[in-house]
């Protein structure tokens, strides 16, 4: 969503898909990408939001994520900007038909040598009310002391500086570090990468639990694989397919149906 579940693997796909995207646009510091998900869960830092638990194979409460990001690049600054939905029927749309949420952000960084520093706003519109986000970040790129395994290490500050009224929600913040190490198979352009990482919530009720700390951790691995056959001008065109487990804390989640469940993904990711 910027939740960091919902494109944490198809944006490596499209990061990847960017540095090599030959159009007008990006020459002119200008890149973007756009992007499709079919999704077994939807999680949120950590939260089970629709209670899929283990049905891991796309069942009952699978669900659709649409999102587009826009750069702009004026080196060593960079702007962004995007919006990201959801569409399902898993319950009555607080917003029209089965849109379930609609969230807009807008973003800065500055990368100084392999370091880059980054804030976004985010209002996440859901349930018939808005939750407001700020996001402190830290990345570090690593890909040219570790070339043929970069780890890609970030620290996401995560701040709900506004909860949702109408679930309930309470101020806090979490903190999430992460890895995403990749690996090029050599293979018209097909890649592995693995993230992972371990979430700390900052406050006890942060996602309706009454112990803060370790809140859960994830695995996972994604295979994106280049549209290669579709021409240039149109811009670069990728699939992925995802499989993430998460291992979360029922003290910090009680909600979840399940502590420790896999979910699944495949997505269309166009960069330009």
């Known amino acids: 969503m910027l939740k960091n579940s919902y494109r944490l693997l198809a944006t490596a796909s499209a990061v990847a898909l960017l540095s090599s995207a030959g159009s007008a646009l990006a020459q002119d510091n200008i890149s973007g990408s756009a992007g499709y998900s079919y999704n077994s869960h939807f999680i949120s830092y950590g939260a089970d939001v629709w209670g899929a638990g283990d049905e891991w194979l796309f069942d009952d409460e699978t669900t659709n994520f649409f999102w587009f990001d826009i750069a702009l690049d004026f080196d060593p600054v960079t702007v962004n900007f995007g919006a990201w939905s959801e569409v399902n029927d898993n319950t009555t ?49 690593d890909s040219e002391l570790i070339p043929a395994f970069p780890l890609s290490p970030k620290v996401v500050w995560h701040i709900r500086a506004n909860g949702n009224d109408n679930a309930g929600q309470e101020d806090g913040s979490a903190v999430v570090v992460s890895i995403a190490p990749s690996i090029d198979l050599g293979m018209a352009g097909m890649g592995l990468t693995f993230p ?24 996972g691995g994604s295979l994106g694989v280049p549209l290669s056959f579709v021409p240039e001008e149109y811009g670069s065109w990728s699939v992925n397919f995802d499989v993430t487990g998460y291992f979360t804390d029922e003290k910090a989640i009680p909600n979840n149906p399940e502590e420790n469940f896999i979910t699944s993904s495949v997505g269309l990711v166009l960069a330009y």
């Open 196 to 219: 992972a990482g371990i979430a700390f919530f900052l406050e006890d009720d942060f996602q309706g639990g009454w112990d803060g700390g370790y809140a859960y951790s994830y695995i």
């Open 93 to 141: 749309s607080g917003i029209g038909g089965n849109i379930q949420e609609v969230d807009i952000y807008g973003g800065i960084s500055y990368t100084a040598g392999i370091a880059t520093v980054g804030a976004t706003y985010q209002q996440w519109f859901y349930a018939g009310d808005n939750e407001e986000v700020v996001d402190f970040s830290l990345a570090i790129d």
